[in-house]
């Protein structure tokens, strides 16, 4: 991989995860809400929404933050065919999850990765879709001190797919799109996002989901085996 500038990453899932996973959680709410569904199943559906909100924000010609609230969990209920209202059940798994205990941690091998990047002198910011805490999240799991920038979807009022945000980011270290990589877990958020933008891409496939195009993105289920795509930069 040739030599660049920046990486930048993904936080949620990427660099860093709760316990129970958020998405585990947004499954046992909507179990909750009374649509029987499992844990793996619930994931391959968010994978596959993340997927249809990408082409849908192409076929719109952008997405905002709003349209994201809007479209994407939608797109999961969708196919859950809960009976009843869908703001109703929207509702129920809100407040399901809103009571739902939790702790944050990195995931293995980020910190030893980070080291590595900084150690070679590439400059690291985090792009992120979240609630605006991302730099406080950064903090509660031990690894700001590695980054430049934070950039937070719900500060910015810029969300991915939509390549405006990557575009942000690459503006503000300074840099062209060539000169950075992006490393992150969602198909349509991450990696189509980030290839928009005119970055190389790194997915984090930690999942093993099947990619659903032909695209030739370099892919990886383990931290550790990315800095073996920097070798030899």
Known sequence: MKKKKAVFLDFG??????DPPYIY??????REAGVNISDAE???QYFKADYALYLKHKSRGGISP???????FPLIYETLSPDEDMDSFRQKVRSSMNIMDFTRNAL???IELLDYLKGRDYRLGVISNNDGRTTEKCEEVGIREYFD??????????????????RHALEKFGIAPSEAI??????????????DAGMDVIWFNRRGFE??????????????EIKGLFEGS
């Open 25 to 30: 959680r947004i499954a046992e709410a909507v």
């Open 66 to 72: 709003k349209e994201h609230r809007e479209w994407f």
């Open 211 to 224: 990619r659903p195009d032909d695209s030739d993105v370099p892919e990886v289920g383990e931290m550790s």
């Open 182 to 195: 992006y490393i992150g877990d969602l198909y349509g958020s991450d990696v189509l996002g980030g290839t």
């Open 149 to 166: 920038f934070i950039f937070d979807s719900t500060n910015l009022g810029m969300i991915k797919p939509d390549s405006s945000i990557f």
């Open 42 to 44: 619930f994931e391959l």
């Open 13 to 18: 899932d990427t660099l860093a995860s709760t």
């Open 108 to 110: 293995p091998g980020v």
